[in-house]
């Protein structure tokens, strides 16, 4: 069975420290594909990155930074110098080969305050 | 603009009423899904499609209903709505093919309660 497990229910931090969201996960396949998802105080689901089981390079975007390590199946994701807008319910997600199914974690909620 | 447009956004009914939310495609995407948002709980699958006429329960299909007659619509049914169906819902779709590079695009979210 896949499991995505945030144990980070709520984090709070100070406008430009850097945070560090974590994701672990649980999966039989050999193939399958990891998601960040950001989701505002809006509501809707904002798309950041998805990483494939057999790239293990870590990604870099402006501020944004992820760190895939199998080894440890996890999927980490880093704000470097949070802003206010950052405040968001993050959500990991795990997908088999095929898509037919997104797992997600629990989700981190993140506050940040000026 | 590639975009999953669900309908209604908000959405206050009573118990027993049978109401339809309506999510549609414009990316020509085999797969679609339906998903709810609960507090604590992440988002669980609630029923997915594979294809036209093609359908099969998620994780918590319990209470609902979903139809696939035309490949860009994939209509979410509550025949008799109950309080604990009150939820966040999202539509998601994605193309058949896993090994490109893309996502799982989601709908803005229907905020639904049931009193």
């Known amino acids: 069975a896949q499991k995505v497990t945030q144990a980070q229910t709520e984090i709070s931090v100070v406008e430009k420290e850097d945070v560090t969201l974590d994701c672990v996960y649980e999966?039989?396949?050999?193939?399958?594909?990891l998601f960040w998802y950001k989701q505002p105080p809006s509501g809707e689901l904002v798309f950041l990155i998805r990483?494939?089981?057999?790239?293990?390079q870590n990604e870099i975007s402006g501020r944004y930074s992820w760190n895939f390590q199998k080894s440890t199946s996890s999927f980490n994701f880093t704000i470097t110098a949070s802003q206010v807008v950052d405040s968001a319910v993050y959500f990991c997600?795990?997908?088999?080969?095929?898509?037919?199914?997104?797992?997600f974690g629990t989700g981190t909620r993140l506050l940040v305050s000026p | 603009e590639a975009q999953v447009t669900q309908n209604p956004r908000y959405l206050i009914t009573v118990t027993g009423k049978k109401l339809t939310v309506t999510c549609s495609q414009n990316?020509?995407?085999?797969?679609m899904s339906w998903y709810r948002q609960d507090p604590g709980l992440g988002l669980r699958q609630i029923y997915y499609?594979?294809?036209?006429?093609?359908?099969d329960k998620g994780d918590v299909p319990e209470g609902y209903k979903v139809s696939r007659k035309e490949k860009r619509n994939f209509p979410l049914i509550l025949e008799s709505p109950s309080p604990n169906q009150t939820s966040l819902y999202f539509c998601?779709?994605?193309?058949?093919?896993?090994?490109?590079?893309?996502?799982?695009?989601f709908g803005q979210g229907t905020r639904l309660t049931v009193v």
């Open positions: 998601a779709s994605s193309p058949r093919d896993g090994s490109v590079n893309t996502e799982a695009f």
């Open positions: 999966t039989r396949d050999t193939t399958y594909y």
């Open positions: 990483r494939n089981s057999f790239d293990e």
């Open positions: 997600a795990l997908s088999e080969a095929g898509f037919q199914k997104l797992v």
């Open positions: 990316m020509n995407h085999e797969y």
């Open positions: 499609s594979m294809n036209v006429e093609v359908t």
